[in-house]
């Protein structure tokens, strides 16, 4: 049952479309999987990059990695429908897009503008989640089952919990289980469908993920940071709800110096030592995020920033890893 505080806050920011038609839902729903952020696929594109030509020509590997696509796409679809579901629900969604204090769309969040109603989005998130489940059984199958068990722990764990990030045990209520969810799920994106085609680790594979992950958790906890109200109002604890500015620019400084010392790691040891140049306006956009969150306080173009950030490294590791093949 929704408050009577976030039924008034409903009222107030939502602006249904009346009568929508049958186009105004599939948008809406489109809206709600987040497919169009391209952004999550980019675990699965590094991992096809980072096979080898005798692994490409297995068998089953281009089957395989098709069905491990659309496998990523139901588990983000169910993951997201599932949070907006959440955000909805508990009214911190409301908080987050008050009209005229927030630089947010709020056709991105379909429940609250009254394109898609929860009975429909509640349908469209268990059917994302069947497909994710049988494209997955099926990756695995045209593979023979000849994956090693890690690979079907990562992808089963991986979507479990992120449909978990604000439903069923809310991992994002517990203190630094937003940030650990979001570097981890992103970095099960690409180790899944890697270990089950190429069958065994690699440190470029690990190192990558987990750059994935890192450059994600540098976007959310800016966009945390302008959330804090709506967060702190349903009890999610982001970092930047439990411990505040000073701790989550210690943290952002931290995972900066991390991310930077991975790239020239792995770009000096497992790739072309050309990759570097164009590793440097990642690093050079993580720098900037810095300035314009805890400088300016201008959270959202910090994270704007770290979209951004995250296209050129995706790009610059995408490129030489190709190169080198």
């Not at 999987?33 to 675990?43: D, L, N, P």
């Not at 908080?95 to 927030?102: D, R, S």
């Not at 990756?139 to 690979?151: K, N, S």
């Amino acid at each position: 049952m929704l408050s009577k505080k976030t039924t008034a806050l409903h009222t107030t920011i939502a602006k249904p479309v009346p009568d929508p038609s049958r186009n105004d839902v599939l948008l809406g729903l489109l809206r709600l999987s987040k497919v169009r952020v391209v952004q999550h696929y980019f675990g699965l594109f590094l991992a096809w990059s980072l096979l080898d030509r005798a692994t490409l020509g297995r068998p089953g590997t281009t089957y395989a990695m098709l069905l491990f696509l659309l496998g990523s796409a139901a588990i983000v679809a169910c993951a997201c429908t599932a949070d907006d579901i959440a955000g909805y629900r508990n009214g911190s969604d409301a908080v987050n897009y008050k009209e005229g204090e927030t630089l947010r769309d709020i056709r991105m969040k379909p429940l609250l503008s009254g394109a898609v109603t929860e009975r429909q989005a509640i349908r469209f998130a268990v059917w994302s989640g069947v497909v994710a489940v049988v494209a997955g059984t099926l990756a695995f199958w045209v593979l023979d089952w000849r994956a090693p068990v890690e690979a079907y722990v990562v992808y089963g764990a991986g979507f479990f919990f992120s449909v978990q990030y604000s439903a069923g045990i809310k991992v994002s209520y517990r203190l630094g289980g937003a940030e650990t969810l979001l570097c981890l799920s992103t970095a099960a994106g690409l180790l899944a469908p890697f270990l089950a085609v190429h069958g065994e680790w690699t440190r470029p594979s690990v190192v990558i993920s987990l750059l994935l992950g890192l450059w994600l958790v540098m976007v959310s906890s800016y966009s945390n940071m302008n959330d804090i109200e709506g967060d702190r109002s349903v009890g999610r604890k982001t970092l930047a709800v439990a411990t505040g500015t000073k701790t989550v620019v210690t943290v952002m400084a931290a995972l900066f110096a991390l991310s930077t010392a991975l790239l020239v790691w792995i770009s000096l040891s497992d790739l072309p030592r050309w990759a570097l140049l164009i590793i440097l306006p990642t690093i050079a956009l993580h720098a900037a995020q810095l300035y314009h969150g805890p400088r300016e306080k201008n959270w959202l173009k910090a994270r704007r920033l770290g979209l951004i950030a995250y296209n050129f490294g995706f790009a610059g590791l995408a490129v030489p890893l190709l190169w080198a093949r």
